[in-house]
C-alpha cells in the first residue's frame, strides 16, 4: 500500500480484508485503517449463480480492464496488465452494508442497491512497467 501510494501516487488505502467461503454464498468485508477516516468499510455477501456467457457488452465494459491511469508528480502515468477475461457469474446480493462510498465522496449512491452484481473466482494478474500515457496517444 505505501509502495504504490509513494511510487505511483495510487489513493490505496491500509485495510483489514478478509473473504468468506459459507453454504453457497462468499462474504467480504473490510475495515480501512490509514488513512483518515479510520473505521471505514463494508460488509457484502453474495450468493454466486450461473456461469455468464461471454460477450454481454456490460459485463465486458465493466470488467474488461487491461491497464490503469494514475496521476503522479504532475504526469499521468499509464501501468498495461496482463490477464485472461474473467469468468463472470451471475450473482445475487443477498447483504449490503457499505460506508466507503459515502467516505469516497459519493454518498448520493450510498445506501441504494447496485445496478449489476456478478461474481468471479479471479484471475491472476501481472503488471507492467508504468509510462506517460502521452506516449501511449502516439503509439
Do not use: K
Not at 496521476?71 to 443477498?94: K, Q, S
Amino acid at each position: 500500500v505505501v509502495g504504490a501510494r509513494l511510487a505511483f501516487g495510487l489513493p490505496y488505502c491500509w485495510a483489514q480484508m478478509r473473504i468468506l467461503h459459507t453454504d453457497g454464498q462468499v462474504e467480504y468485508s473490510t475495515r480501512r485503517r490509514w488513512p483518515q477516516p479510520r473505521g471505514v468499510g463494508g460488509r457484502l455477501v453474495v450468493r454466486p449463480g450461473a456461469v455468464r456467457q461471454p460477450g454481454d457488452p456490460l459485463a465486458d465494459f465493466l470488467t474488461a480492464r487491461w491497464g490503469l491511469h494514475t496521476r503522479c508528480l504532475g504526469r499521468t502515468l499509464y501501468v498495461p496488465n496482463r490477464h485472461e477475461v474473467w469468468p463472470l457469474h451471475d450473482a445475487t446480493l443477498v447483504e449490503l452494508d457499505d460506508t466507503l462510498v459515502a467516505a469516497a465522496g459519493l454518498s448520493f449512491l450510498a445506501g441504494r442497491p447496485p445496478d449489476s452484481v456478478l461474481w468471479s473466482p479471479g484471475v491472476q494478474t501481472t503488471f507492467g512497467v508504468p509510462f506517460d500515457a502521452r506516449r501511449r496517444l502516439h503509439a
